[in-house]
């Protein structure tokens, strides 16, 4: 039986392609149905407060960071989108006297233009986000060495390459509407895949690369980092791979509510517990990573019931 055409952008392939009995079953989980589908290798966390999210967040940084020794070096992969944990990271670091010179730091995405990654004075860079927000505000004798700081760029060699050899302890991440992490969009509904979307072992297999967005990726962005103003959001990103994320020994997906909505946090965890895998979802792919924790801030959890304002 042919897939369904997204509601969203009929060209593309995106959650509203996938069965309407799984999207259903979704939308009717409570917040303690969510709780009850932690599982061996994925676990489902609550936070009551934002203050003990964000804080719980910054400190996974830490914990990454002082593993790190000068014959073992441990980093983290972060994103931009949540941030408030970056100063948090950056005052942890000052008062607790954390050395980072064996410490290492990947960035998960950067805007392309052109065929180049933007520069820090972009206003959209996230480079230039994680450098303002947490990075120069660390005291400059403690700082991570310029060498292991990792920004992915359209030529992706020399990022592909800086994660061998050292340990990356954690990769975060938010979900983004179209149920991403990083940028790991759907793919457009064309070529081999006008029937299908790639296999999940296909999509597992893709490195850091260079990326056409999803509209509703462009459009999210738009909304919470851009003023609505969606003529001023590149199409197009580079990104850190599945091939890459698979490398990371926690994967830990921060669900704050601002990036997307009830529904979509319902999905990808039922998606995720079930090992249901479909990279039209390209998140519930993790199912098949063997260290998943799913953060979520209890009041942004609310339901799916129609409510007219």
Same mark, same amino acid.
């Given at each position: 039986?042919?897939?369904?055409?997204?509601?969203?952008?009929?060209?593309?392939?995106?959650?509203?392609?996938?069965?309407?009995?799984?999207?259903?079953?979704?939308?009717?989980?409570?917040?303690?149905?969510?709780?009850?589908?932690?599982?061996?290798?994925?676990?489902?966390?609550?936070?009551?407060?934002?203050?003990?999210?964000?804080?719980?967040?910054?400190?996974?940084?830490?914990?990454?960071?002082?593993?790190?020794?000068?014959? +073992?070096?441990?980093?983290?992969?972060? !994103?931009?989108? =949540?941030? $408030?944990?970056?100063? @948090?990271?950056? &005052?942890? *670091?000052?008062?607790?006297?954390?050395?980072?010179?064996?410490?290492?730091?990947?960035?998960?995405?950067?805007?392309?233009?052109?065929?180049?990654?933007?520069?820090?004075?972009?206003?959209?860079?996230?480079?230039?986000?994680?450098?303002?927000?947490?990075?120069?505000?660390?005291?400059?004798?403690?700082?991570?060495?310029?060498?292991?700081?990792?920004?992915?760029?359209?030529?992706?060699?020399?990022?592909?390459?800086?994660?061998?050899?050292?340990?990356?302890?954690?990769?975060?991440?938010?979900?983004?509407?179209?149920?991403?992490?990083?940028?790991?969009?759907?793919?457009?509904? +064309?070529?081999?895949?006008?029937?299908? !979307?790639?296999? =999940?072992? $296909?999509?597992?297999? @893709?490195?850091? &690369?260079? *990326?056409?967005?999803?509209?509703?990726?462009?459009?999210?962005?738009?909304?919470?980092?851009?003023?609505?103003?969606?003529?001023?959001?590149?199409?197009?990103?580079?990104?850190?791979?599945?091939?890459?994320?698979?490398?990371?020994?926690?994967?830990?997906?921060?669900?704050?509510?601002?990036?997307?909505?009830?529904?979509?946090?319902?999905?990808?965890?039922?998606?995720?517990?079930?090992?249901?895998?479909?990279?039209?979802?390209?998140?519930?792919?993790?199912?098949?990573?063997?260290?998943?924790?799913?953060?979520?801030?209890?009041?942004?959890?609310?339901?799916?019931?129609?409510?007219?304002?």
């Amino acid at each position: 039986m042919a897939r369904k055409q997204s509601i969203l952008a009929p060209g593309w392939w995106d959650f509203t392609t996938l069965d309407d009995e799984l999207l259903n079953d979704a939308a009717k989980l409570s917040e303690n149905d969510l709780l009850q589908l932690s599982r061996e290798g994925f676990n489902v966390v609550f936070y009551d407060t934002l203050e003990e999210f964000y804080l719980a967040e910054a400190l996974e940084y830490i914990h990454a960071w002082k593993q790190a020794t000068d014959s +073992e070096p441990a980093g983290i992969c972060g !994103p931009i989108g =949540p941030t $408030e944990q970056l100063p @948090l990271v950056a &005052r942890l *670091v000052n008062e607790l006297q954390i050395d980072l010179k064996n410490a290492h730091f990947w960035g998960m995405d950067e805007w392309v233009i052109d065929g180049k990654e933007v520069n820090e004075n972009h206003p959209l860079s996230f480079k230039k986000a994680d450098m303002d927000l947490c990075f120069n505000q660390i005291n400059p004798e403690l700082r991570i060495p310029e060498a292991n700081l990792h920004f992915p760029k359209a030529d992706t060699g020399e990022f592909i390459q800086s994660w061998e050899g050292v340990r990356c302890v954690v990769m975060q991440g938010g979900q983004g509407e179209i149920k991403h992490w990083a940028f790991n969009d759907p793919v457009k509904r +064309e070529g081999k895949y006008t029937d299908a !979307p790639p296999s =999940p072992e $296909e999509y597992r297999k @893709l490195q850091t &690369r260079v *990326v056409e967005l999803h509209p509703s990726t462009i459009t999210q962005n738009a909304r919470t980092s851009g003023g609505g103003v969606v003529t001023g959001v590149p199409t197009k990103a580079v990104t850190v791979g599945p091939a890459e994320t698979w490398k990371s020994e926690k994967v830990s997906i921060w669900h704050g509510g601002v990036h997307d909505n009830p529904f979509g946090m319902r999905l990808t965890t039922l998606m995720i517990s079930k090992k249901i895998m479909d990279s039209s979802v390209p998140m519930s792919l993790l199912a098949d990573h063997p260290n998943v924790q799913f953060n979520f801030y209890r009041p942004a959890i609310k339901s799916c019931e129609v409510e007219m304002h």
